[in-house]
């Protein structure tokens, strides 16, 4: 299967997480619509969701999201699809736990740089990427899916990292 469709979406739930509730099916930048659909979804949960509730949901997601991932990546016969943004949800979901409260702008810059080193795949990034590509012979399975949400997992580490030295730069810098 070339592109996944709305019909495809609606066969199993594991492809509603997977393709990030519909956000995977855009047929420009899934993954920048995948993180742009986390970061509505997290102001929206957050007013009823605090440190705990996040805690949970981020854990709960993981795990099911690398069965989801796994399966709807066997299923579209892609070790990685495009269309599978699950990975830029619960990652973009982590960064945005660990910076609120933050004003707008730091959101943006946080959303900016994530979408950098997800796409770009700078330093250990790639390595995450490259690391559970699949093998020759090898069929997709578990190992591709934990790789669909590793890479985005150490490009979410990577972007905290950044914000934190642009904050203490800027504190460093303030009068």
């Known amino acids: 299967m070339a592109r ?3 019909a495809f979406l609606r066969g199993h739930p594991a ?3 997977a393709l990030g509730f519909g956000s995977g ?9 995948g993180t742009l659909w986390a970061w509505v979804a997290f102001l929206v949960l957050g ?3 605090g440190d705990l509730g996040w805690a949970i949901v981020l854990a709960a997601a993981l795990p099911i999201g ?10 579209l016969g892609v070790a990685d699809p495009g269309a599978v943004v699950w990975d830029e949800i ?3 979901w982590l960064v945005l736990w660990l910076l609120m409260p933050a004003p707008w702008l730091v ?3 946080a959303f900016g740089l994530f979408r950098f080193f997800d796409a770009v795949k700078p330093g250990p990034v790639g390595w995450a990427d490259r690391r559970y590509k699949l093998r020759p012979g090898e069929a997709i399975g578990w190992r591709q899916g934990w790789g669909i949400v ?26």
Do not use: H, K, N
């Not at 914000?163 to 504190?171: H, I, N, S, V």
């Open 90 to 92: 619960i990652a973009f």
């Open 25 to 33: 099916l855009a047929p420009r930048a899934p993954g920048t619509v």
């Open 150 to 175: 590793a890479d985005d997992l150490v490009a979410a580490g990577c972007t905290l990292l950044v914000m934190a030295l642009l904050q203490r730069a800027w504190a460093w810098w303030s009068p």
């Open 47 to 49: 007013r009823w969701l």
């Open 66 to 75: 690398v069965w989801a991932c796994t399966r709807t990546a066997r299923e």
């Open 107 to 109: 959101q943006l810059a």
């Open 15 to 17: 492809r509603w997480i």
């Open 4 to 6: 996944p469709t709305a």
